[in-house]
């Protein structure tokens, strides 16, 4: 017993010092000084009451290879997109789908549902890695008639900024990760779409049942998709080749290659999408 009440003391400890750490982090400053913190605290802020369910992947995913429902996060929230019958909303910085997952959506499509995915643009992302195993699906996944959006590094909005690989410069980047299906469920975690969430991450995100929170966050998703702010990808009836229709400065302007990326980026992406990594994004 006193062993254990020592233990317990000294985890205390460890969880006090931790504390006193975080609190003094720029992170922690900046939460406080926000007005949603501020909004909370002073308790204007309105709450939608609704259910929901709690997902997560158990640690013992990291050691097993089986897509165990009672350890893994995906099989147990693909109910819920499966029953997707007419809109499927998806936001994810990273999106590598795999050729499963691109299948599983272009199903999904020729079923009839509204599909909508937006991620970021070359220009945007902070892992150009990522975005070299994304640009290999995008063709496919416009031509199943699937509406692909890719943010702009100075969308409006949006004050996250992070450091570009090789570049060095700072941007705005997309980095919620959320689902709306038909109108009703929206999902948010922590999970990517792409191989290491699935496979190499433990993972965690919250079901909610709820129609005024999905029209809330479709009409997050509508003012990040709208041309000021994102690229629209295209295809090109005459050579079949990908187009960029995006606005600037209230002109509708179409680009015939990545946007606003440098060529640098776009190297570094050409020389990774030769190495086989796709498993490792």
């Known amino acids: 017993t006193r062993v254990f009440r020592q233990q317990l003391l000294h985890i205390k400890q460890q969880l006090n010092d931790r504390w006193h750490q ?8 900046s939460l406080q000084q926000s007005d949603l913190t501020k909004r909370i605290i002073s308790r204007d802020i309105p709450f939608n009451w609704a259910n929901a369910q709690l997902f997560y992947d158990r640690p013992e995913k990291l050691v097993t290879n089986a897509p165990d429902n009672t350890i893994h996060i995906g099989p147990q929230v693909m109910p819920y997109f499966e029953q997707a019958k007419h809109k499927l909303v998806i936001a994810t910085p990273y999106f590598v789908p795999g050729s499963k997952g691109l299948n599983w959506l272009i199903d999904k499509s020729r079923q009839g549902v509204k599909i909508s995915i937006l991620t970021n643009s070359l220009a945007a992302t902070d892992v150009i890695a990522v975005h070299a195993g994304y640009k290999k699906y995008r063709k496919q996944l416009v031509n199943a008639g699937i509406a692909l959006y890719e943010l702009k590094p100075g969308a409006q909005g949006f004050r996250e900024k992070t450091k570009q690989l090789l570049t060095g410069s700072s941007s705005s980047s997309l980095h919620a990760k959320y689902l709306v299906v038909d109108d009703r469920h929206v999902f948010i975690g922590s999970a990517n779409i792409d191989p290491r969430s699935s496979n190499l991450n433990t993972e965690i995100g919250i079901m909610v049942d709820s129609e005024q929170l999905a029209r809330q966050t479709s009409k997050l998703f509508a003012h990040t998709t709208s041309p ?3 690229h629209r990808v295209m295809i090109d009836g005459t050579d079949n080749s990908l187009k960029w ?14 946007p606003d990326a440098s060529m640098l980026k776009k190297l570094g992406v050409f020389i990774l999408g030769l190495l086989p990594i796709e498993s490792l994004l």
Request: proline share 0%; aromatic share 8%.
């Open 245 to 258: 229709l995006t606005e600037e400065d209230g002109k509708e302007l179409l680009h015939k290659d990545e």
């Open 228 to 230: 000021e702010n994102s």
């Open 22 to 29: 975080a609190k003094n982090t720029r992170y922690f400053r």
